[in-house]
């Protein structure tokens, strides 16, 4: 029987984000399932290695939501555009709490296997979070052109 990624993609952002699911993440996960874009670039991390990750990012922000804005299905595999909002209560990156409310975008693309998430690939905009809640870099003062 074909399962309906549409409604598993939403699935997973609203039942392991939005309601702290954790079970969740096993119950759509597949064993042998490896998420790309939350280590160092062209590593890949597994379930074990993401529930440490999940449960940092809701340490920084205690009351994330994440609402999936598109959802593009083709196959065996899903893309989700999706926003997020959320107030950086606890250490994120580094970056002690500044109690500042955040907005970030990100892109995801999963391909799913027996109705569970095989692999994930994760385009989150930390540039731009970063910028939200980490202090301003020092100013340089301009370099002055000496004169020919």
Same mark, same amino acid.
Request: charged content about 25%.
């Given at each position: 029987?074909?399962?309906?990624?549409?409604?598993?993609?939403?699935?997973?952002?609203?039942?392991?984000?939005?309601?702290?699911?954790?079970?969740?993440?096993?119950?759509?996960?597949?064993?042998?399932?490896?998420?790309? @874009?939350?280590?160092?670039?062209?590593?890949?991390?597994?379930?074990?290695?993401?529930?440490?990750?999940?449960?940092?990012?809701?340490?920084?922000?205690?009351?994330?939501?994440?609402?999936?804005?598109?959802?593009?299905?083709?196959?065996?595999?899903?893309?989700?555009?999706?926003?997020?909002? @959320?107030?950086?209560?606890?250490?994120?990156?580094?970056?002690?709490?500044?109690?500042?409310?955040?907005?970030?975008?990100?892109?995801?693309?999963?391909?799913?296997?027996?109705?569970?998430?095989?692999?994930?690939?994760?385009?989150?905009?930390?540039? @731009?979070?970063?910028?939200?809640?980490?202090?301003?870099?020092?100013?340089?003062?301009?370099?002055?052109?000496?004169?020919?």
């Amino acid at each position: 029987m074909p399962h309906d990624i549409r409604t598993l993609s939403r699935r997973w952002f609203d039942e392991v984000w939005n309601n702290r699911r954790k079970d969740a993440i096993h119950e759509l996960s597949h064993p042998q399932a490896h998420v790309f @874009g939350l280590a160092e670039p062209g590593r890949s991390i597994d379930i074990a290695d993401f529930l440490p990750f999940y449960e940092r990012f809701l340490g920084a922000f205690p009351d994330i939501h994440i609402a999936v804005e598109d959802v593009l299905v083709e196959g065996d595999q899903s893309a989700l555009r999706c926003r997020a909002t @959320g107030t950086h209560t606890g250490d994120a990156m580094g970056v002690p709490p500044t109690g500042k409310k955040v907005l970030f975008t990100a892109m995801i693309w999963t391909r799913w296997k027996d109705g569970k998430i095989i692999e994930g690939w994760n385009e989150v905009d930390m540039w @731009g979070l970063m910028q939200q809640i980490a202090p301003p870099p020092p100013a340089h003062p301009t370099p002055q052109l000496k004169a020919l």
